[in-house]
């Protein structure tokens, strides 16, 4: 399972600012190690992906089951994730039923936090580190069991029922990953500064 100190040094990496890294710190220094692990309470980090084709101009997203909503991929902590990182990896290739994402970002593109509404259950606070990732929109994805449908869309033809506020936080995201994808090398690490 992921350390607390390796989410504090991948959130620290975000390659945006963020208006929510002191409600990220707040939750580590109130619940510790708990903040990642969804069993340990109401509020607890989660980790998604934006999958992109930069070539098309659009988006995979998915209808998620439990929202009714349209959103990037994305969930809870899972013990054999060693990083938040590799948390949003799994999430995204589970979630979307692509075979393969041509790269995946060194570093999040951006923290949110978000109230759940009560068909989350306990879960009450998400506190989102998002990653992204570019795949060919050539790709068939497969809905999950967590999912009603997913699906491709171009970003001027986004579906009418996004996420709370991710309307305009969408096409920030996507620029964001557009931007983080053309300064990394082939291999996928970040170009040396």
Known sequence: MIS???????????SAGSDYTDEFERLFFTADEAALRREA????????????DPVTETVLLNHHRKAGLWGQFGGHLEAEDVSLRAAAHREAMEES???????????????????LSTSFGACRRHFDVVYAAVADVGQTPVASEESLAVGWFQLTQLPNS????????????????????????????????
């Open 162 to 193: 996004l996420m709370p506020d991710l309307t305009l936080r969408l096409p920030e995201l996507y620029r964001t990953s557009v931007d983080v994808w053309g300064l990394t090398d082939p291999d996928g690490s970040a170009p040396p500064r």
């Open 97 to 115: 039923g692509l075979r393969e994402l041509r790269w995946f970002s060194p570093a999040p593109i951006d923290l949110h936090v978000h109230d």
């Open 4 to 14: 607390l100190d390796t989410a504090r040094a991948e959130i620290a990496r975000t």
């Open 41 to 52: 309470g109401a509020e607890h980090v989660t980790a998604s992906c934006l999958i992109v």
